[in-house]
């Protein structure tokens, strides 16, 4: 299996994993916000930081656009609202910033061609497809005239749908993740042991990212040889927005970070040997 770099580190087999909190929309549009979530993520031990970038009136279906919704700015329709959380390019220049001064990776999800052509100018360490566009092959085409490493999950999505994807952007600087797409996923849902399928089928990176409410079963991903490893970060998960609930406090992304660097140095590399740990305890029970 192949491996990918992504600014210094390198991602794939016998790497440590690359961990991203997935800042996503949970800033609500304010990029102080926004920078708390980078500081929290930094502090937490992660190696990037990740945004998503909509175009609101290309993403929002047509009989959507116009219905009402409550929000902390007052009822507004669904359109107005969706523009209302999207940062713009003055406030990503102050993320990237903020991302350099800390020494953090950046990236985005990109949800359409406009997203790309903004983000592009950024020159990002990698690109991230959201599921919801597993099947946007103008979009994985798009995104790969970037020339830099794409990170593809594959929520809501058929085997031969992830071929097909897989066809379009090629294995050469690609990770794929394994997710289940639904907030918060169920346990019984979340089929871990996809990641040890997508090994088999695919030669690039494989990696996980997680919906549901918990770490343990993130912690299962590492330890069936995720490589890349994408979690919801939130400062509250009492915060208003739809993905503050399925997130993780940083309090418990540091406990994240750590259990997994703890997993993988305990995994070792499976060949069998006498530690020199061992040694003394079979002089004194084996006299050896």
């Not at 969706?82 to 990503?92: G, K, S, T």
């Not at 953090?104 to 991230?128: C, E, G, N, R, T």
């Not at 997130?247 to 540091?254: D, K, M, N, Q, R």
């Amino acid at each position: 299996m192949s491996r990918v770099k992504i600014g210094d580190r390198w991602v794939g087999p016998g790497e440590p994993a690359f961990i991203v909190a997935e800042a996503g929309i949970n800033h609500n549009g304010d990029v102080d916000l926004a920078k708390q979530l980078v500081a929290a993520a930094q502090a937490a031990g992660c190696d990037s930081v990740k945004f998503q970038k909509r175009t609101p009136d290309l993403c929002v279906p047509a009989e959507q656009k116009n219905k009402l919704r409550e929000t902390p700015w007052g009822d507004m329709t669904y359109l107005e609202y969706r523009h209302r959380i999207e940062l713009d390019e003055a406030q990503y220049r102050e993320i990237d910033t903020y991302c350099r001064a800390l020494g953090i990776v950046w990236s985005v999800s990109v949800w359409d061609l406009p997203s790309v052509d903004f983000i592009a100018p950024f020159h990002p360490s990698y690109l991230k497809i959201p599921s919801a566009a597993l099947t946007n092959d103008a979009l994985l085409r798009r995104a790969r005239e970037l020339a830099c490493p794409i990170v593809l999950s594959t929520g809501m999505s058929t085997l031969e749908q992830i071929q097909k994807a897989v066809g379009v952007a090629g294995e050469s600087e690609l990770i794929l993740l394994h997710c289940t797409s639904s907030y918060p996923a169920k346990t019984e849902d979340l089929n871990l042991r996809v990641i040890r399928t997508l090994m088999t089928e695919f030669s690039c990176p494989i990696g996980y990212s997680g919906h549901e409410v918990g770490l343990q079963t993130t912690l299962a991903a590492a330890t069936l040889g995720a490589c890349f490893i994408e979690r919801h970060l939130t400062l509250d998960r009492a915060m208003w927005g739809s993905d503050q609930a399925s997130s993780v406090e940083p309090t418990g992304f540091a406990r994240l970070t750590r259990d997994i660097r703890v997993i993988e140095k305990a995994l070792g590399d499976g060949v069998k040997r006498v530690c020199a740990s061992e040694l003394p305890a079979r002089k004194r029970l084996r006299g050896e």
